[in-house]
């Protein structure tokens, strides 16, 4: 199978970086529009001729909302596909179902995938009025999954009755373009987690992680997977930094973690005295572009597990780096592969070589960085992955 490059896009310029200092429900909407449409277009399309294969749309309580944001992506691209993060427990299965259906006939088909985002931050659940556990959140995933597949094969209205969800003569009219339906993209480290990803999804998606606990998690998930009868494929998030020398990557990797540190410096000095202090925030912060460490009302099993391998040490592997990750908290993908473009290609490539075929690609810079990925990584990555085909086809 072909290497999977994803990248992804939002509807403003911000990263760790750059953009608004801070990611909290009032604060974060300060610096400047919240959407900026000539922007979005812009990085959609700079994803697209840079040879992405699809982006991530992300999701948090308080942006602004994906399925909206994914149509004007595929609006302004030609090829581009979309994997539309969604959260379960806001929408029924059967909306979602009907949803994305429409979007695949509406664009052409094939170009949309979904990625279900069981949530690990109790405040930014509770924005939406979701006040339901952490195991019991895995559980209505699995079921709202299983009833969006049924709506798209079945021919005909069926009654279901399930722990979250009842209907009576449920049913689509408007089934997916895409043979097979629509591919769902899952994350999650938790033991629910991993039932439901083996039970359920097409892609199992890690963030970035030395290559040992990465074997480790695909053979236990790969063991959970046996037992429904399936193979799962397996995605990795990683922020690529690169540079013409190997001392110039590094040396811009460390500004970016010196520029990190800052802003929450910053972002704590401008929260002075206000009433939604930086103190007083603690979880009830949007983690989609945290420059927090504070980690108050975590459930997300993932996150802890790269706070703990960040705190231990900066480098694994030959190159992973996660400085950053361990200045923000781990929150969401913030772990990097430091080098030359090509240092950078082989150290992914080695998580190919492992089963991982899909690659999330996404940069410190947003729109910069895809280009530049486009120029100078992702060819490489897919001559290395089409050679490495060439002997061993997966």
């Known amino acids: ?53 699809r982006v991530l749309i992300g999701y948090g309580a308080v942006a602004p909302e994906g399925w909206a ?37 509406l664009t052409g088909g094939g170009r949309i995938a979904i990625h ?34 049924r709506l798209w094969d079945e021919s005909s ?19 997916p373009v895409t043979p097979g339906g629509i591919p769902f993209y899952f994350g999650g480290a938790s033991a629910p987690a991993i039932e439901v990803g083996a039970a359920e999804a097409d892609v199992y998606a890690f963030w970035g992680e030395p290559r040992a606990q990465v074997v480790a998690r695909m053979e236990s998930i790969n063991k959970v997977a046996t037992n429904f009868g399936r193979t799962l494929r397996y995605s990795i ?27 929450i410096e910053l972002a704590k000095e401008r929260m002075t005295g206000r009433e939604d202090s930086y103190e007083g925030l603690g979880g009830r912060r949007n983690a989609t572009f945290s420059v927090h460490r504070d980690t108050t009302g ?39 592969l430091v080098g030359t473009p090509e240092q950078v290609a082989e150290a992914m490539l080695r998580y190919y070589d492992l089963g991982i075929t899909t690659l999330l690609l996404k940069g410190f810079d947003p729109l910069a960085d895809a280009i530049d990925f486009g120029e100078r990584l992702i060819p490489l990555i897919r001559e290395g992955a089409a050679s490495r085909d060439a002997v061993a086809p997966r």
């Open 1 to 53: 199978m072909p290497v999977e490059i994803i990248g992804m896009v939002g509807t403003r310029d911000a990263s760790e970086i750059k953009g608004p200092l801070v990611d909290g429900p009032v604060v974060d909407w300060m610096d400047g529009p919240v959407i900026d449409r000539d922007y979005l277009i812009a990085i959609s399309r700079a994803h697209d001729e840079a040879g992405f294969d």
């Open 69 to 105: 944001v994914a149509s004007a992506v595929l609006n302004s691209t030609k090829r581009l596909k979309v994997l539309v993060a969604q959260r379960p427990g806001f929408i029924q299965p059967v909306v979602l179902a009907r949803m994305a259906a429409t979007l695949d006939q």
């Open 116 to 149: 279900f985002i069981t949530g690990g931050d109790e405040a930014d659940q509770r924005r939406e009025g979701d006040f339901v556990p952490h195991d019991t959140r895995y559980r209505r995933t699995r079921e709202m999954m299983a009833i969006a597949r």
């Open 157 to 175: 209205p069926f009654d279901f009755e399930g722990e979250f969800y009842r209907y009576e003569g449920a049913f689509s009219s408007v089934k």
């Open 237 to 263: 998030s990683l922020r690529p930094i690169i540079a013409d020398t190997e001392d110039e990557a590094w040396e811009k990797a460390e500004w970016i973690a010196e520029e990190t540190a800052s802003r």
């Open 298 to 336: 975590t459930t997300s099993v993932g996150r802890k597990r790269l706070i703990e391998m960040s705190a231990d040490q900066d480098i694994y592997d030959e190159r992973l780096w996660m400085k950053v990750a361990n200045l923000t908290g781990a929150a969401g993908n913030s772990t990097a």
